[in-house]
T-cell receptor, first 111, second 113 residues
Framework: ETGVTQTPRHLVMGMTNKKSLKCEQH?????MYWYKQSAKKPLELMFVYSLEERVENNSVPSRFSPECPNSSHLFLHLHTLQPEDSALYLC??????????FGSGTQLSVL | GDSVTQMEGPVTLSEEAFLTINCTYT??????LFWYVQYPGEGLQLLLKATKADDKGSNKGFEATYRKETTSFHLEKGSVQVSDSAVYFCALSYNQAGTALIFGKGTTLSVSS
């Protein structure tokens, strides 16, 4: 039990599909994050929800849409993705001070 | 803007060898510095951190010292084990709340027996 649970672990989707990634944290943290991990690139911060306020990376395409209904749950809604969006998507939570707790990720393949 | 640069990998060592993974940073303020580790098939987990100059973070035999004069935070371990094989990420926190981290590209370490 890592404290941060992501589902599904693996996802294959076509470019016209709509899917959602789910993240749940059981640590009582007040901030949740979506990161994108691609080979040979730095981790890319996509979205942060901190004390219910959303902060986003302006370079993230609108085909990625986050939702944070409460402090324990975080979703990433996907639609009309491109093959270059294939990556490992990591969710994390924290109580600040840079100490993040990560889930195991969703390995996404876009065909 | 703020950034983190790590040495390119992979780093391949024999068991009980000495490990150094270099990390340098660029920051306008006084960031906190971190090393995270990612084992195969898992997410990242915090290995150690330092919040101010000359602080030394340590955990599981790994150490790193926050060097403001050289803007570095090199990771070291005196004797690596096969179980240390993983990807290591250097990171800095560029806001007070610690909710904004910049990560390096990661360095893959492979230890053989």
């Amino acid at each position: 039990e890592t404290g941060v649970t992501q589902t599904p672990r693996h996802l294959v989707m076509g470019m016209t599909n709509k899917k959602s990634l789910k993240c749940e944290q059981h640590l009582g943290h007040n901030a949740m994050y979506w990161y994108k991990q691609s080979a040979k690139k730095p981790l890319e911060l996509m979205f942060v929800y901190s004390l219910e306020e959303r902060v986003e990376n302006n370079s993230v395409p609108s085909r990625f849409s986050p939702e944070c209904p409460n402090s324990s749950h975080l979703f990433l809604h996907l639609h009309t993705l491109q093959p270059e969006d294939s990556a490992l998507y990591l969710c994390a939570s924290s109580q600040g001070k840079g100490v993040l707790f990560f889930g195991s990720g969703t390995q996404l393949s876009v065909l | 803007g703020d950034s983190v640069t790590q040495m390119e990998g992979p780093v391949t060592l024999s068991e009980e060898a000495f490990l150094t993974i270099n990390c340098t940073y660029t920051a306008t303020g006084y960031p906190s510095l971190f090393w995270y580790v990612q084992y195969p098939g898992e997410g990242l987990q915090l290995l150690l951190k330092a919040t101010k100059a000359d602080d030394k973070g340590s955990n599981k035999g790994f150490e790193a010292t926050y060097r403001k004069e050289t803007t570095s935070f090199h990771l070291e371990k005196g004797s690596v084990q096969v179980s240390d094989s993983a990807v290591y990420f250097c990171a800095l926190s560029y806001n007070q709340a610690g909710t904004a981290l910049i990560f390096g590209k990661g360095t893959t370490l492979s230890v053989s027996s």
